[in-house]
């Protein structure tokens, strides 16, 4: 019975979900530590319960069908009418039409999005991975990741647009670039950037970017959340001022605490060897995803497990590099910790699928896209 039992759960990694155990606690912890009237403790427990289930269920199925051309382009196709839905049905929050109101929750497609350009992305590549070395995959793949890009950026959500982008660029990186294509991306990239700017970027994310090169100019307008941030991580010091000690953001100085400046909050409570103990254990997150995504059966899953890598080290180091002042402020939670279901469940539903590829991995595959 034991051996059975043992067979069956043999293709869970038990170190990955054991690691997202205290990201999870510790988001929880820092919702919990305020005072007054807080429903985002409970609401909170309520979605890490529905994605823990969204992972181990996801995880016995059989994801070779995610090869098949028609697969992937039907998801592709719904995430895009997705998007599209959002100018019809769309709820505003914050300035961004992002949000699907369903009464009781609200759905953000563009976490979804993320996943399924990495599902595309992987199969374009897992199939032309030795033929990269042609502009025209580079461009093809370029333009279905920028249709993403530009329905997100359209909401306006800046902060998952540029996720996008990396993700995209960082698997076109690991598929095997050549230098002067590598050139050539990054020179379209400031093009595009500098057209963003001119003709697409609102008035507030461009204030946004020009109080990132220099904060300390509107420290009472477009300067205010990164001050305030950037404080609330420097008073921690090194062994921060306590679990419901954090007067930046007790007091409400610190906005949006749940969301997009929990590591601050975070910080400001548990201090720079706290922050440490995250970095490790973000550390090891990664460090199972590519190792799982190492034994994948053929460069499909390996290039999936990457790009979900890709993902999670993205909106980790943005997030945090916009908490303590070094990225201009985008609006982006970090995995696991930040309050919300939307990105909760993609990510556990992210893991789900990388478990389920590793029921038909092989520890004898060598490691090469």
Known sequence: MGSSSSNF?????????????????????????????????SRQLLWIGIAFFVAFLTSFIDYRFLRKTEVVT??????LALLLSLFVVGSVFQGAQSWIDFGFFSFQPSDLAKLALIILLAKYFSRRHEEIAYYKHIILSGVYTFSLFFLVLLQPDFGSALIIFLIWFGMILVSGIPKKHFIAVVTLGIVAFSFLWMFVLADYQK???????????????????????????????????????????????????????????????????????????????????????????????????????????????????????????????????????????????????????????????????
């Open 207 to 369: 204030a946004r970017v020009t109080t990132f090169l220099n904060p300390l100019t509107d420290i009472s307008g477009t300067g205010y959340n990164a001050y305030q941030s950037t404080i609330a991580v420097g008073s921690g010091g090194v062994f921060g001022k306590g679990v419901g000690y954090g007067t930046q953001s007790r007091l409400e100085f610190l906005p949006e605490y749940q969301t997009d400046f929990i590591f601050a909050a975070f910080s400001e409570e548990w201090g720079f060897l706290g922050a440490i103990l995250l970095f490790f254990l973000y550390g090891v997150v990664l460090w199972r995803i590519v190792k799982i995504a190492s034994r994948g059966e053929t460069n499909f899953e390996v290039l999936f497990g990457i790009g979900v890598a890709i993902m999670f080290i993205s909106q980790f180091l943005i997030h945090v590099g916009m908490n303590i002042g070094l990225m201009p402020i985008t609006g982006l939670t970090i995995p696991f910790m930040s309050y919300g279901g939307s990105h909760l469940i993609t990510e556990f539903l992210a893991l789900g699928i990388l478990m389920g590829m590793n029921r038909y991995g092989s520890d004898s595959r060598i490691f090469r896209i």
């Open 9 to 41: 759960l043999k293709h869970i990694d038990w170190i990955l979900f054991v690691a997202t155990l205290p990201l999870l606690g510790a988001g929880l912890v820092t919702m919990g530590s305020f005072v007054g009237e807080n429903t985002f403790f």
């Open 74 to 79: 039907t998801i592709f196709g719904l995430t």
